[in-house]
């Protein structure tokens, strides 16, 4: 039962356009979201994040957008960049008990942007 | 931030050898987790290695097949027994960055077993 979904492994956008990720989950008790990026062989590295009490948050070119009742998640980005070209890993956090916290990740968009 | 290094960065294994990754952090850190990602899959947790107690395995993993050593605040192993073609993988290593659950991620480590 995958709880965080990325419906699309690839997208390919033109440089300069808007580059929108999408991410469903079914776990009602995610409460953190996460955008990842991961290049070929490195680890992947944390993007922007967004609390289920917000609906949006911006950090220069990349904003990301909660629908806590649609269960859905995106990313956007723009301007598009080719060095933006990589995996885009979303992840999703709950808590269990005491401090302690269960990450799920999506399977990955490819993202490549071409110039 | 914490700068997480692995070795082997990659390694080709013959079908039932064992091999041992080890992972270093540049700072003490109480919990470290070690990821597997699946060709085309998405990351997911093996288990999470505390210092000085067992580490604690997700389900479908076990410490017969997954050992894990955390003997210091900087450091973990994670050792992939008896492998088969199925275990080829990144296998990478994360400790926590905050408490909401972001992680720094070393570069992992690509096994390909034949």
């Known amino acids: 039962d995958q709880q965080v979904k990325q419906n699309s492994p690839s997208l390919s956008v033109q440089e300069g356009r808007i580059s929108i990720l999408n991410c469903d989950y079914t776990?009602?008790?995610?409460?953190?979201f996460l955008w990842y990026k991961k290049y070929p062989a490195e680890g992947p590295t944390f993007l922007i994040s967004?609390?289920?009490?917000?609906d949006k948050n911006e950090d220069g070119r990349f904003t990301v957008f909660l629908n806590k009742s649609a269960k859905h998640l995106s990313l956007h980005i723009v301007p598009s960049q080719p060095g933006d070209s990589a995996v885009y890993f979303c992840a999703a956090s709950a808590h269990l008990s005491g401090s302690a916290r269960q990450l799920t990740f999506g399977s990955g968009t490819q993202l490549t942007v071409l110039p | 931030s914490a700068v997480i290094s692995q070795k082997p960065s990659r390694d080709i294994c013959q079908r039932g050898t064992s091999l041992t990754i080890q992972c270093q952090v540049d700072?003490?850190?109480?919990?470290m987790f070690w990821y597997r990602q699946q060709p085309g899959q998405s990351l997911t947790l093996i288990a999470t290695a505390n210092q000085g107690s067992e580490a604690t395995y997700e389900s479908g993993f076990v410490i017969d097949k997954f050992p894990i050593s955390r003997p210091n605040l900087t450091f973990s192993t994670l050792t992939v027994s008896n492998m088969s073609p199925e275990d080829s993988s990144i296998y990478l290593c994360s400790v926590g960055a905050n408490p909401y659950g972001e992680l720094f991620f070393g570069e992992g480590s690509r096994l390909t077993v034949l």
């Open positions: 776990n009602s008790m995610f409460d953190y």
């Open positions: 967004i609390s289920s009490i917000k």
């Open positions: 700072s003490q850190v109480t919990m």
